[in-house]
C-alpha cells in the first residue's frame, strides 16, 4: 500500500530562494552588516515571539490587524512586525546595563499579515540602525547616517542614488507660520506628491478645507528646488520666524555641513521638503533614498529622528536617530528587474576535484591542501560517469575542476581545469592553488 | 497625567543577550559558517512559518505537543520546530531545480514550547549542514562530515574533543544476531548507558524481557573498548554472519579509513558502540561529539545517515548525511561554566575618536580616513566632560582613544591613547591606522 503524500509547499507571501539567489541576498545581507560594523554598531538579535501586552503597547492602527497573534497555554503571543518596538522594550528593559549613546544594528526577520499581492511580502528582512541617546543625542549623528547610507549602497554596487533629506520641525514650523493647524493630514497629503502629482495635491489640500491661501504658501514652500545651498538659502529668505521652523532650519545646516564632512558626494543627497516619513514618529532629520533609474522601488532605505524612543516602557527620555532597509523587498524588486542576478552561481565552491580510478585518498590530500589554504572545494564522491561529473560543475557554475588520475598521483600533481576557458594543464597543486585564488 | 507603563521583559525560555555576549554568540555563529561553507555547502533559508499540514506530515509524538501552532485567517500555521523538515520539504518541492548531491547549510531559529527550565530554549538555533543525494549517495560523504565537524570545532577554539562514531546496522545487525526483536527498545535503553550506568541498562534490559543470554552479549557487544582498529578487529572477531552487520561494519572501516585522509587526529574521534541517536530516522553512521572537559554538556554536535529525507512529500528516494549543532544551549553551557567570555569586549570600535574644541570637521576627516582602512571606529558627538567620554571608552573596552585638539588639528596630526597600557603619543593618521590595525 502506497503512503498518501503531502504536497510540499510553502504560503503565500513568504520568500525562499533557490541557492543561487540565496547565495546572493546573503552577499547583500553581509554587506550591509559590513557597512553597520564600520561605523561602529553592535548586532542584536531579539526573539521573535515576544508578549502581545509589550509588543502592542503602544496600540491601535493598521499595525494591530496585521499581526501574527496567537495563545500558547494561557499566554498571549505575537511576532514582532518591526525591529523598533523590541529595540524599544530592549533598551527600555536593559538601561542600567547599556552604554550611552548606543549604537546597535539588527538584521532580522518581521512579521506582517499583509494582502496577499505580488511583491508583498508576510514574512521579510529589515536591516535597522539606531542611536539612542539618553537624555540628549547630537546632531552630528543626523549626518552620520547618510554616510552610512552612501557608504553601504556604494557597495551594494549602485551608484546612482540620492538621500533625500528633510526636517520635521522645518516643516511644522512652516505649517504654524501659515496657520494651518491640521499638520498630520497636510504632511500626509504632501508626502504623496511624488506618487499623485501637483494638481492632486491641491485637490486633496482643498477637500480638507486648507484656505486658498495657504495651499499656494504650501505649494510655493515644497516647490523650492536647487542645489542644497540654493534650498538652504531660500528657506532663509522666506524669513519666517516660527522657532519650530528655525530651530530645524538650523539642525538642516549643521546636517548638510557635516555630511560634505563625512565625503558623501554632492550628488548623492539632496533637501527634499516634499518628504515627512509618516506621521507621528520622526521629529526632526528624515531620510529616504532612491535608485535614480528605478524610482518605481520607492525609497530603499529610510528613517529619520525621533524624539522619545520608548516611552511605553519607561520615564527615561531616549531620543534617536536610525535607519531601516527592508532587504526582502528590495532584493525582489532588483531581481524582477534583472538589476542584479546575472551569471550568479549556485555554489560558494571555486573548484570542484573529481577523483579518476584509485585516487580518492590522494585527492582527499589534495582537497585538505586547498581548504587550508583557504579555498572553498568539494569532491565529487558519486559513481558515475565522467561527463555527469563535469555537468556538476557546469550547472553549479564552479569555475575550476581539478581532476585526479593515476598519473596525477604518481607525479604528485593535479589537473586543473579552467572551466570557463576550458584550459586544462597538469600543475603543482600549490600552483593550482595560487591560480585558483588569483582568478579575480 | 502620567501614562501608564508596560513592563518591558520577554517571554521565559528565549534568549536575549547584552552586546557584549551578542558579539561573542556571532562570532561562534560566523565560524561555524565559515567552515560550513569552507567544505562547499551552499545556504539556504526557509520560512518559519509553515503550514502545519506539512511541517507536521510525519505526526506523531513528543514534537507536536510542543509546536507553536495556531491559526491566520482560516490557515493552519506552525513554526518550524527544527531545520530537518523543511529541507526535506523544501528538496522535495525544489528537486527539478537543484543539483544533486546537495549540499546546503542552514543556520537560523527554530521553535519548541519545551517545559520552563534552566538551560532549556523554546527559541533557539540550530547550525545544520546536509549532504542529500538523488537515489544514493557514497559513504565518503559520512568521512567528510567528522572532518567538518574537527575542522569547526578547532576554529571554535577546542582542543580536547572527541567526535564519537557508530553505524546503526552494526547495532541492527548484531541485534537480529542474538535474536533480540525489540530493537527499538535496546537501543533506546543503550542510548541511556552514558546517564544511567552498566547495571540500570541491564537491569532495564530484563524488565522489557530480554533473555539472560542476549543480555550478557548485549553487555559484552557494547563494553568492546580499545583503539579504533581495537574495535574494529574485535567486531571482525566476533565472527557475526548476518548481513546487515558485515555491511555495517564495512562502511565503518571506510569511514575510519577516509576519516584518517582527512586528517582528522586519532584522538578527536573514536568508534562508540553504544551511540544510536533516536529511534527511527538514522540507518547508518551515527556522531556525537563530546567536550572532554564537559561531558555534562551532552553531545555538542550530533547527526547522522538516514536512507530517506523526504518520504512523506514525494516517492524520489533521497538518502543523506547531515549534522546539527544546537548553538543556543551550547553558548548557554559555554557561558555558564565561563569557558568563554572572559575580557569580551562590548563593542566592535577599535578607537574612538574624541574631538577637543572646535576640531570636529577634522576628527570626521581623520574618522573616514580610518574606516576606509577599514578600522572599525566612532566619534564621541555628545556634549561632556572628557572624563565621561572615557569612561564610555573605558566601559565598552575599546581599545584604543584618539584625542583631537587645536593642536593636532593644527599639526594634521592625532594622538593615539592605548587605553590598557596608558601609552599616548601624537602621530601622524596612518601611523595611528597602522598601530591599530597590527596592535594583535
Partial sequence: MKEQKVKPSILPGFMEL???????????????RRNYEKYGFVPLDTPLIEKSEVLLAKGGGETEKQ??????GDTDLSLRFDLT??????VAQHFSELNFPFRRYHIGKVYRGERNQKGRFREFYQCDIDIIGNGKLSIINDAEIPSIIYSTFKDLGFEDFTIHINNRKILNGFFESVKVDKKIEVLRIIDKLEKIGYDAVIKELEEIG???DSIERIMEFIGIKGSNDDILLKLKELNIENEQFLLGLDELNKVVHYIRCFNVPEKNFIIDLTIARGLDYYTGTVYETILNNYPQIGSVCSGGRYDNLAEFYTDQKLPGVGISIGLTRLFYQLREAEIIGENASSTLSEVLLIPMGETLDYSIEVANSLRNEGIVCEIYYE????????AY?????????ILIGEDELQRKMVSLKNMSTGAQNIIEISEAAETIKNRL
Fill in 383 to 390: 559513481d558515475a560517469k565522467i561527463g555527469k561529473k563535469f
Fill in 67 to 72: 499581526i501574527y497573534r496567537f495563545t500558547k
Fill in 85 to 90: 518596538v523590541p529595540l524599544a522594550r530592549y
Fill in 210 to 212: 486648507i484656505e486658498k
Fill in 18 to 32: 533557490l541557492p543561487k539567489d540565496q547565495i546572493l541576498f546573503n552577499k547583500m545581507m553581509d554587506t550591509i
Fill in 393 to 401: 560543475a557546469d550547472k553549479l557554475n564552479i569555475p575550476y575542476v
